[in-house]
């Protein structure tokens, strides 16, 4: 067991200023990571650092600026929630490469997306937010179930488009996928052409990672989450 240790004040100045520096000259071969909230996307970003991938938004942006991991580029900007006011924009990009430019990395960056599966994300997004305080109570988070569940969709429908129409720009994995088996990403990694310094193990194990504590409070459930939906 290993702990992503990617977080000391000095390392990440280091780093950000390396990266920085590095996007000057070194003009093709860039990564940028991507999920919504508690997809999993901390956990592949900590997969793509021991590798040793050049991940251009290795370290968050801002919320709310092009070329966060999270950013909102579906189309339709209405439905993305009140309560997370701070994605809301009016960027509409129809391409990669126009994503690209809106989010200032190098032309050419390559994009790995990270999905969990519906039901676990919504658990997942709705117990982060209880929380964060973002919700107040287990009433206002039930309340808004939906409206996560929308905007899960719109996320993901906007990322396997552009998987679909060009897969060697977008690839979509799995976590639970990645979570069992390094080949999804392997493969991933091969199909954009993205090079790693390190050889892959056989499974990625972290004792915890940036915002996901190994002990933390769940209210839902992967099945409450179906069961409200599904309205039993």
């Not at 950013?71 to 439905?79: H, I, V």
Request: aromatic content about 12%; some cysteine.
């Amino acid at each position: 067991m290993k702990k992503n240790t990617f977080n000391t004040n000095f390392a990440r100045s280091f780093d950000k200023r390396y990266i920085r520096l590095k996007k000057k000259f070194k003009k093709t071969g860039w990564l940028a990571h991507h999920g919504i909230e508690r997809s999993g996307s901390n956990y592949l970003r900590a997969c793509l650092v021991d590798l040793g991938v050049d991940l251009v938004n290795k370290f968050d942006l801002n919320e709310g600026v092009p070329g966060h991991k999270h950013y909102r580029w579906y189309k339709d900007k209405k439905s993305i929630p009140l309560f997370r006011f701070q994605f809301r924009n009016s960027t509409i990009v129809d391409n990669v490469e126009e994503l690209n430019s809106c989010s200032n990395f190098n032309p050419g960056t390559s994009h790995i997306v990270i999905q969990k599966d519906c039901y676990k994300a919504i658990s997942s997004i709705a117990n982060f937010f209880l929380r964060k305080g973002l919700f107040i109570s287990v009433e206002e988070a039930q309340d808004n179930i939906t409206a996560i569940q929308c905007d899960y969709k719109n996320y993901y429908d906007f990322w396997n488009e552009l998987s679909v129409n060009h897969p060697e720009q977008v690839q979509v994995i799995s976590y639970e996928e990645l979570s069992n088996n390094t080949l999804v990403l392997k493969t991933a990694l091969d199909i954009l052409k993205i090079n790693y310094a390190k050889s892959f193990p056989e499974k990625f194990i972290f004792t915890e990672v940036e915002e996901s504590p190994a002990k933390r409070k769940e209210v839902f459930s992967e099945q409450s989450i179906k069961d409200l939906l599904l309205g039993k």
